[in-house]
Structures are given as C-alpha cells and as structure tokens.
C-alpha cells in the first residue's frame, strides 16, 4: 500500500507578491494591501510585518508608517490576484495526482506514490518563481495538518533564520524526518501555529499547559475528545500522523471560502458548468452565513485537465466584484454565474471549476448601509430574511432542498454605490486598456 502523502503550496504574502512582479521598486520595502474601501491590512509584507503591523489592522492606524517608515499602502487588485493565482494553480497542479484548491494562495496536492517529493516540490516552486515570479513555500507530510505545520515551519525558516534549521526552508517535508528530528521541531512551535486551533481554543489549551505542538500531540486523544472536541481530537490524530482529513473536506478558512471540484467526468457545455457553479456559489455562501460575514468579490474559475496534454488546454478564472459586502446568495450566485458567462469557452473538456469568496469581513461591519437610501436598507433586510431561511430550510431538509434558479442575479438600479479604492494598482493581466506600459 502506498503511504499517505500530502502538500500544501502557499504563496508568500501573496497579494504583496502579486503587486511586486509589476512593480519592482516595492521590493525591500514596506508594503501593506487595504481592503475594500481602503478599510484594513490584509496582507503585509515581511518588512511590515517587521514594523508591527498586525493582519487586519485598520488604516487610519498605521497611516502615520507612510511618512515614518516609508509604508507603501495599494488597494485590492482581486481581479489580479484571481489571474495569477490561477496561474500557479496550473502549474502547482501538475505535482500531484489530485489537487485541492484550498484559498486563492493556497493548495493541498495529493503526493502519495510519488518518488522524490522533496525535490519534485523544489522543482515546481522554482518553476513558479522563474515563470510567474511569486515565491511559495511548500509543506510536506503524511497528513494535511502536518502538511500545514511544515508549510509554517517552511516559512518561517526563509522568514526568520534562526527559527528553524536553514536546509527547511522554502521546501519541508517531515516525512524524511526522524521522530527526533520532528519533536524538536514540534516542541519549537507554539500550539496556536496548529490549522484548526483557533485563538479561543489556543488560549485553552495555554491555560492548560499546553503550550507546543509536542504537548498537543502527547495528550491521549480520548481525553481531548472528552474535554474539547472531536474536532481537537481529530487534529490530535493528524498530528500524529493518522489521514483523518481527506482532500475536498477540509474545514473553511476565515479569511476566504473556496468551494471547488474534480468533476468525475469531463464537463463540456455551458449549462452543465452553469449547474455546478451554482451549487458550488450556494454552498459558498452557506459557508460564508456560518462564520457571520460578508464578502465583496467573488471569484470563479474553470480549467481542464493538467494530465491530459494531448488535449486541448484551457484555464481561466474571473473576479467579480459586489457593489456593496454581502451574504447574500442570490447575489453570490449571480455574481458567479456573470463570472462564467465571460470566461467559457466552447470545445474544451472542462475536469475543475471553483468559487471562492474573497475579501471577507465581519457582518456587523456593514456600516457602509448608512449612505443608502431607506429603501436599500429595507431590501438588505428582506434579503438577510430570505437568506436566513433559505439555510434553515437546507440544514434542516439537507443540502440542496430549497437551490436557487440559475439565473437570478439581483442587481437593483437604485445601488449608485462603489467602491472606494483610491490606490488599486492597474489590472495588468486581465484588462487591456490597463497593460503594463514601458517607457522607451
Ligand atoms: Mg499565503
């Protein structure tokens, strides 16, 4: 039998990343991307990690930086980010059998049977790095959560030397780890570092001395379920090495949901790719209710098989911005369904397509409704009704009980409202008034 095997690639502060290929001065510099409406940090580079600036913290906060420290701040450029992370998907998917597109930076492969993954990993990072000039890091291991932690101790060990052994940098794989070798790492790394740890839970297990991932891993499981969760208890296995978490049934990540598919067979028509991402936007957005937040793009992508070369290839993928943040599925679906009207192309077999949901913020942050009229606000409740028993219906009947008609895209005319994004980057690689230009 062959041993499990697993990869996550994730891209360094990817959404700095992509706005450093087309501009190389924001190299060695400070460099902060806002969120919608310019609102918040949500993604740092390592020099602005440097100067303290936390995930999510708010503009008006760290503004001061742009004098004193020479804080470069860009507004989202989704629609350039979606592009190039379709790009190293592509490209990251040809290193394992099956591929599990986990957020726009990040992707669990599938590597089992697959000899040298080590140097195999290598290979497609440097790849990425030389054809799309982002850098990744690469996690391997026989579970996704270790999968996980190596990526962090991958990054950490490029990021900060000293953190972890130099030879562990940009590609880990605990696999070739003796058990030594691991518990030193694992005893190195603070608990809360563990995927499915909240800090709720991280707190928690710090009050009960459980400090490091070697301490998670030497409580008997049987006693975390009993006074945590079958969840924790389910990481616990992880951590130790036993696959509990399949690919396609990981546990959604807070900053963005993807909901993405292998289809058995191959997918050729519009109608049968127009059903699937309606069902995978639905499922998106039922996510999205489940943690309480709005998102405000949504991106969708279809692509064909990476091992089939003789056939023709195609992989597109489209960002769709909301007029407004919402949870709305009507307006997700919709948004999704407008996506894939403008990437499909006719005569390919289609093996992949997705919706994740990008941007994503707290439900109680939608302080923008108080510039619109009474009668947005009115219809935002309604929706929010609509929604909420849209899900009961679905929870309580099963999935897919109560699913939306494929056409309903709901955009009222009364909505003049749009997005603040006074320092976005142009969209180099999907928009062709907004080239790159060269100066002779
Ligand atoms: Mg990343």
């Given at each position: 039998m062959t041993l499990p095997l697993y990869a996550l690639l994730d891209g360094n502060n990817f959404y700095v990343s992509c706005e450093r290929i087309f501009d190389p001065r924001l190299h060695g510099r400070p460099v902060v991307v806002l969120s919608n409406n310019d609102g918040c940090a949500i993604a740092r580079s390592d020099e602005a990690k440097a100067l303290g600036i936390k995930m999510g913290a708010p503009w008006f906060q760290i503004r001061h930086l742009e004098r004193e420290a020479g804080l470069v701040a860009l507004s989202a450029n989704f629609a350039l980010y979606g592009d190039i992370s379709d790009r190293i998907m592509s490209l990251a998917a040809r290193l394992g059998d099956r591929q599990e597109v986990y957020s726009i930076d990040e992707c669990f492969l599938?590597?089992?049977?697959?000899?040298d993954a080590t140097a195999q990993a290598r290979a497609t990072r440097e790849q990425i790095l030389r054809w799309i000039d982002v850098p990744t890091c690469v996690g391997i291991a026989p579970t996704k959560t270790l999968a996980k932690l190596a990526n962090h101790i991958a990054k950490s060990a490029e990021r900060k030397p000293?953190?972890?052994?130099?030879?562990?940098?940009?590609v880990c794989n605990l696999?070739?780890?003796s058990e030594r070798q691991r518990d030193w790492l694992y005893q190195r790394t603070p608990v809360g570092e563990v995927w499915g740890v909240g800090p709720r839970i991280g707190r928690q297990l710090n009050e009960a001395g459980i400090a490091t991932v070697l301490d998670l891993i030497r409580l008997d499981p049987a006693t975390v379920k009993a006074r945590w969760s079958v969840v924790l208890e389910r990481t616990v296995r992880e951590l130790r090495g036993t696959p509990c978490i399949g690919l396609d049934d990981a546990p959604a990540p807070k900053q963005q949901i993807a909901v993405t598919r292998s289809f058995g067979q191959r997918v050729t028509g519009l109608a049968e790719l127009k059903e699937a991402v309606t069902d995978f936007a639905s499922r998106a957005a039922h996510k999205l209710h489940g943690q309480d937040s709005h998102t405000s793009a949504v991106l969708v992508f279809i692509r064909t098989s990476?091992?089939?070369?003789?056939a023709p290839q195609y992989s597109r993928s489209i960002i769709v911005p909301l007029r407004l943040p919402s949870s709305d599925t009507l307006q997700i679906v919709g948004a999704a369904l407008a996506g894939l009207d403008r990437i499909y192309r006719a005569g390919f077999d289609y093996a992949k397509a997705g919706v994740m949901l990008l941007d994503l913020q707290p439900a109680t942050q939608g302080q923008q409704e108080l510039e619109l009229g009474d009668d947005a606000v009115l219809h935002e409740r309604r929706q929010a009704r609509l929604m909420r028993a849209l899900d009961a219906v679905n929870d309580r009947f099963g999935r897919g009980t109560l699913t939306l008609g494929s056409a309903g895209l709901c955009q009222e005319p009364g909505r003049r409202w749009t997005m603040r994004q006074e320092r976005r980057t142009p969209r180099y690689t999907t928009c062709w008034d907004e080239l790159l230009t060269v100066s002779a």
């Open positions: 599938d590597l089992a049977g697959l000899p000293g953190s972890y052994p130099a030879r562990l940098a940009q696999a070739e780890l990476p091992f089939k070369p003789q």
